[in-house]
């Protein structure tokens, strides 16, 4: 029974080695891609309310894009440099599970810092936009398909029901 205990063990301790080189070396294969890969590119939603613009507005859109894109990377690469440390050490011995989960944490507030000067610099150029114009760029990132489809906006304010 101590024998076939001890077989069980080293062949579960085996998989679980397997399974966390896997996982490391898929962080690192990842990770090299988004580092190395081209600039970030416009998401359908954001592109589909760029072609509701006039073209020179458009220009203007993307160029706006670009620049805040070129200002948030250093922000977006330490998040993806945390996140890959995070995972990196997952394997080793010890783990150290509160330093990858504070790393992962700060990944995360990085993302959303520069998810917030993304979000912001599209407002505050929709906001230079003719009204007509800025009608047309909302409506376009609100009716722009999503992979998880969110319920439609009531069109009036729903009454409360009556007593």
Not at 13 to 31: K, M, R, T, W
Not at 40 to 62: D, K, Q, V
């Amino acid at each position: 029974m101590k024998g076939r205990g001890l077989l069980i063990a080293l062949i579960v301790s085996a998989a679980l080695n397997l399974f966390l080189i896997g996982a490391a070396a898929g962080v690192i294969a990842l990770g090299a891609h988004m580092a190395h890969g081209g600039p970030a590119r416009p998401g359908p939603a954001l592109h589909h309310a760029a072609m509701a613009l006039s073209p020179p507005h458009r220009i203007a859109f993307f160029a706006r894009l670009r620049e805040v894109g070129r200002a948030t990377r250093p922000t977006a690469q330490q998040a993806r440099r945390l996140r890959w440390e995070a995972w990196a050490t997952a394997g080793g011995r010890p783990f150290d599970a509160a330093d990858a989960k504070a790393k992962l944490r700060q990944a995360r507030l990085l993302d959303q810092q520069a998810r917030t000067q993304v979000e912001e610099a599209i407002v505050d150029f929709a906001a230079t936009l003719p009204p007509a114009e800025r009608t047309a760029f909302a409506d376009a990132m609100h009716r722009t398909p999503r992979p998880h489809r969110l319920p439609p906006l009531p069109a009036e304010p729903h009454a409360p029901p009556h007593p």
